[in-house]
């Protein structure tokens, strides 16, 4: 069989629930009842992305580049910036629940919003969010050892399996 070498994924934040993608599709791999893109169905033709009128669906590929190596002094700052953009996200949380007036709620949703946007950027800097890194690799192992029952550790043990670490 041909290696893939694209597949579709849907940004659920931006699909307006026009259901073009399901009409385009030729194997039927988009859901828009789940909102996913069922990767074993998807041959990466790029028809649903081409379609889609909110711009929700992006080709990426099946294996990632690898990390740019990084000097341990980069990674821990990387990780302080990460740690202080949380914290930041929380306190403006916290204030925003507390808060009555409509320009402060304002204010501070867009604060809540910025950190949680610098928060991503970081830490996808540090390594930990793209899915062949050995950061996430490290990271998905560590939560088998969850013991909690209603854990989907068998969700983990397949993302395992179709994340294959290429570093
Ligand atoms: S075409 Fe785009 S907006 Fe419409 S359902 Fe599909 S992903 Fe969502
Ligand atoms: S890339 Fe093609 S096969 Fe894959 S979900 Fe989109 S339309 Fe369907």
Known sequence: MES??????????????DCLCLYVCPTGATDTETGQVD????????ACAKACPAGAISMVPYQYPKQQVKDEKVMQSLNNIFK??????????????KSSSQIEKQ????LIR??????????????????????????L??????NDEDFP??????LLELLECNE
Not at 115 to 124: I, S
């Open 4 to 17: 893939k070498k694209v597949r579709a994924v849907r940004n659920l934040r931006l699909c307006s629930k």
């Open 39 to 46: 990767f074993q169905k998807c041959i990466g033709c790029g």
């Open 84 to 97: 202080s953009k949380t914290d930041q996200e929380n306190i403006a949380y916290k204030l925003y629940e």
């Open 107 to 110: 204010f501070l949703k867009a």
């Open 114 to 139: 910025s950190n949680r946007l610098l928060a991503e950027d970081t830490v996808r800097e540090a390594g930990y969010m793209l899915p062949q890194s050995k950061n996430t690799n490290a990271f």
């Open 141 to 146: 192992k560590s939560l088998l050892d969850n």
């Open 153 to 158: 550790k068998d969700a983990v043990n397949e």
